[in-house]
């Protein structure tokens, strides 16, 4: 028998259709804190674009990053 998903599951739930996350939800997706994800943000270090006043990340800028991480990762070793 499955077990009911518990609250924090549900709202972990990852919608696939959309095609800009705030930057909230790309730190959530990362699993880091929203500041660090807006530091990043404004670094450049993660994509992202300007709509009307507000700042949203591409979705599949966040593969993007963790990817460059893994290869600056592996060209230290």
């Known amino acids: 028998m499955l077990e009911p998903r518990s609250t924090a599951a549900?709202?972990?739930t990852v919608d696939h259709s959309l095609v800009?996350?705030?930057v909230e939800e790309a730190a959530?997706?990362?699993r880091i804190g929203r500041t660090t994800c807006f530091?990043?943000?404004?670094?450049g270090e993660i994509e992202s674009v300007?709509?009307?006043r507000?700042?949203?990340v591409p979705t599949d800028a966040v593969p993007a990053?963790?990817?460059k991480l893994r290869h600056r990762?592996?060209?230290a070793a």
């Open 10 to 12: 549900l709202s972990e």
């Open 39 to 43: 530091r990043l943000v404004l670094s």
């Open 73 to 75: 990762s592996a060209e």
């Open 54 to 56: 507000l700042r949203r």
């Open 50 to 52: 300007t709509v009307g």
């Open 28 to 30: 959530r997706r990362l």
């Open 65 to 67: 990053y963790v990817a």
């Open 20 to 22: 800009l996350l705030t």
